[in-house]
């Protein structure tokens, strides 16, 4: 608290005596209460219940339309790993994140040095890179189902320089990479604008001072960028793990979980399960199951943005 | 000597640009490839090698694809859904983030992380119990069931609160003694100082409502309610449609947001760094 706040807060408190600054303190509370009261409706309306809600469901047996038929407590998280299509769907899932991540990253970090050179109208080159924040999930998924089209799309340039008939998304074994390749682009421009960011906000001189030593670029590179960003590369990592856990748009819109239930992650599991199947108590299951995943990765991020605190 | 220094930089910059054009090149290409495939004619469709280059630009395919599905109310849908979500959440967060940066009350840091907390858990874990309940109250297509999950946001009361910890404390005292309230003080002080940061929500909350997919398309079943990313795909499933048709269609729905993106790139870009880059 500042020292005007303080002495206003003192001279107040003089005034009116203990009582009477109970007294306020309960009318400032109810007056927060009340800011906050539209934010936090909805918040217990559309989140913290249903969350708890999710639980309840992932114990129970359901109706087709989803209501709660029969108790079965933990039955549906044993069928989780009895059963093969959630293993599937989540050793899919995994190679997804694999796939994405580190490719997402890399990319981006060579796309934000190139748009951090001293040109002219490198702006341009910039707002280029960072594209596809513009762009939807299923525009993305669009555009790429019609480059991996077998006559119109990207196959005859590739014959062109010797990669050849490349199946994309009619083989299992291709399908996932082609999709992740989809989620790659989508997700670079995100990452760019972070990295770009990041990088301008290592100070100068470090590398002023590296000059004077000699360092030529690809040392302050090595020295001084990348040990700087470690943080940023912490926090991409985990953003984009997160929505590669939550991919769901490109699956529904290119392969419907296929081929041979190649693509079907998680939340296209998740999906099918309740919306298809009607299963919700099992669908629900999953959904706890990605929330547990999910909540491990910010503890993680959060536990290491404080070690980075601690160590500054 | 001062030629041959000149002349090296002007190749090092020359290949830059090189590298540079090269990296747009791959990074637009889908973009080109949609826009391509768009401009084709249906003759030119079946031709091999396949173009890679329009040869007219055709409008026609864009009017063949607003007829085919009614993409201008899908679009409509979209920007009144993204509308408001955009207004709901600007509410919302101004108001709570006004109480955290303003208010000393009691449990606000416990206020404070439960607000935090929303942005952990993954909207697909409460997607099953807010389907329900939406279909319970009997909200299926329509925009209240679009919006209104939607319109609190832990990230943008988060946002506001930091722009609003930057504005000094003696303003509200001077303006409490001068006997303002504290909502006439958030209206008429706060706010047109936050502009910068309102700015910045709106445009990204607009943005991530107006490119949603898996609720609408849960929560919209009749033609008249779809948005616009659902209804674009829903072409490409109709088997007779050719692809330039969809593609004009997925060019048709780009254009919204490419303009906002070069419109308010800096708003946007402030938005998505806001919680990554320290400083």
């Not at chain 1, 074994?173 to 906000?201: E, H, M, P, Y």
């Not at chain 2, 929303?118 to 807010?130: Q, R």
């Not at chain 2, 706010?191 to 991530?208: C, D, E, H, I, N």
């Amino acid at each position: 608290m500042d020292q005007t706040a303080l002495t206003s807060e003192l001279s107040l408190s003089s005034k009116f005596g203990k009582k009477g600054r109970q007294k306020r303190a309960v009318k400032t509370f109810f007056q927060a209460i009340l800011y906050l009261s539209p934010a936090l409706i909805l918040f217990i309306t559309f989140v913290f219940i249903p969350l708890i809600r999710s639980f309840e469901i992932s114990a129970y047996i359901t109706d087709p339309i989803g209501r709660l038929a029969k108790f079965v407590g933990l039955m549906n998280y044993e069928r989780l790993f009895q059963t093969t299509t959630f293993m599937n769907s989540f050793s899919r899932t995994l190679m997804f994140v694999l796939y994405t991540v580190p490719t997402t990253i890399l990319i981006s970090l060579g796309l934000a040095l190139l748009g951090d050179l001293q040109l002219k109208g490198i702006s341009v080159f910039r707002m280029i890179f960072s594209i596809s924040i513009a762009i939807s999930g299923a525009t993305a998924s669009l555009m790429f189902l019609y480059i991996y089209h077998p006559t119109v799309g990207v196959n005859y340039l590739l014959n062109l320089v010797g990669i050849h008939n490349l199946t994309w998304l009619v083989s299992h074994k291709t399908a996932l990479l082609s999709v992740a390749l989809t989620t790659v682009w989508l997700q670079i421009g995100l990452n760019t604008v972070i990295l770009l960011a990041a990088r301008q906000t290592i100070p100068e001189e470090l590398f002023e001072s590296a000059m004077i030593d000699g360092a030529n670029s690809w040392n302050k590179f090595l020295h001084i960028t990348l040990p700087m960003l470690s943080s940023t590369f912490f926090f991409l990592m985990v953003v984009d793990m997160l929505a590669a856990f939550q991919t769901f748009t490109p699956i529904h819109v290119m392969t419907k979980g296929g081929p041979l239930d190649s693509t079907n992650l998680l939340v296209y599991s998740i999906y099918r399960e309740f919306y298809f199947n009607g299963k919700y108590g099992f669908a629900a299951s999953q959904a706890i199951m990605l929330f547990f995943i999910m909540l491990l990765l910010t503890i993680l991020q959060f536990v290491f943005v404080e070690r980075k605190v601690h160590y500054e | 000597m001062k030629d041959q220094i000149f002349s090296r930089r002007l190749w090092s910059s020359i290949s830059q640009y090189l590298i540079l054009i090269i990296a747009a090149i791959i990074i637009l290409y889908p973009i080109w490839s949609a826009f391509n495939i768009a401009m084709m004619s249906d003759t030119e469709m079946g031709s091999y090698p396949p173009l890679q280059f329009p040869t007219a630009i055709r409008f026609e395919n864009i009017q063949r694809a607003l007829s085919q599905a009614p993409l201008g109310r899908y679009l409509f849908n979209s920007v009144v859904q993204s509308t408001l979500v955009m207004v709901g959440q600007l509410i919302t967060a101004c108001l709570a983030a006004y109480a955290f940066a303003f208010i000393e009350f009691k449990w606000r840091n416990f206020f404070f992380l439960v607000f935090l907390s929303t942005m952990m858990i993954p909207w697909e874990a409460t997607i099953i119990p807010n389907y329900l309940f939406i279909k319970t109250l009997g909200w299926t297509d329509t925009f209240q069931g679009l919006a209104i999950p939607f319109m609190a946001t832990g990230f943008g009361t988060f946002l506001l609160r930091q722009f609003f910890l930057k504005i000094p404390h003696e303003l509200k005292d001077a303006a409490t003694m001068d006997g303002c309230g504290s909502f006439r003080f958030l209206m008429t002080i706060v706010l047109p100082l936050a502009r910068p940061a309102l700015g910045t929500l709106a445009v990204y909350s607009f943005l991530q409502t107006y490119n949603q997919y898996l609720w609408p398309l849960l929560i919209t079943n009749n033609s008249s309610m779809r948005t616009v990313q659902i209804g674009i795909t829903l072409l490409q499933d109709e088997e007779r449609l050719m692809i330039n048709i969809v593609m004009a269609g997925v060019i048709f729905i780009l254009i919204p947001t490419l303009t906002l993106f070069v419109v308010s790139n800096r708003q946007l870009i402030r938005g998505l760094t806001a919680g990554a880059v320290k400083g």
